[in-house]
């Protein structure tokens, strides 16, 4: 990834804004009304310690996220008290344990192989963590792994730029459009506006792909 020390710095700091406390209610929400496989693996890219991937594993599904840093997996394991093992896989390092898979590493450097069982894809925090010159390339990325018929919960922020420099990164529904519509079928679920994103008004957008 471009500028890996900036999110290195982020972890060892403890500056995690951009970590929730909480479930976030969109995937509360909406995930129930994605045509999954209760069981199924779901990917969770730039997943961090985020207490979704608790809410999938509730659910029932294994869940496999991918992080740059280890401080991030370790502390996700050791805060809600899981047991887990390391392993190299690929070129990653695989913490794991209780249906839980966090692979620490580039995530440019996920393959089809380690995506072999995924069905299903929530992304929060990685494609809005991401500058638009990187967006484009993560979804190319993205593109080339999944199977058909995989089918992604996506949530976006949008907000006025020169009131804030990303990340999150501000990213409008015409540029989802130009991400994704080529190769998914793209349906706008719900927007939001946030009475509590950093002092500025900001609009969450949760939308359902369907990749062709």
């Avoid at 995930?31 to 809410?55: F, R």
């Avoid at 393959?111 to 925090?125: G, H, S």
């Avoid at 540029?175 to 994103?197: G, N, P, R, Y």
């Amino acid at each position: 990834m471009e500028n890996p020390q900036f999110w290195h710095n982020k972890w060892q700091s403890g500056e995690l804004g951009f970590h929730l406390e909480d479930t976030n209610a969109a995937l509360a929400k909406y995930w129930p009304g994605l045509d999954i496989d209760g069981a199924c693996e779901v990917l969770v890219p730039l997943c961090g310690k985020s207490l979704d991937m608790l809410w999938l594993r509730q659910q029932g599904h294994t869940v496999l996220g991918v992080e740059l840093s280890p401080i991030a997996a370790k502390e996700f394991f050791a805060e809600n008290k899981i047991a887990y093992e390391t392993t190299k896989r690929g070129k990653f390092q695989s913490f794991s344990g209780d249906g839980f898979t966090i692979l620490v590493g580039d995530i440019f450097d996920l393959t089809k192989t380690e995506t072999a069982n995924v069905k299903a894809v929530y992304d929060r925090a990685a494609l809005i963590a991401l500058p638009p010159a990187m967006q484009e390339k993560y979804v190319a990325h993205i593109k080339s792994i999944l199977a058909p018929k995989t089918q992604i919960l996506l949530v976006t922020l949008e907000y006025d730029p020169s009131e804030m420099d990303g990340p999150p990164f501000s990213t409008k529904a015409p540029e989802v459009q130009a991400h994704f519509a080529s190769w998914s079928q793209i349906k706008m679920l719900k927007t939001t506006a946030l009475t509590d994103f950093r002092d500025i008004a900001a609009n969450e957008t949760v939308y359902k792909l369907v990749v062709a």
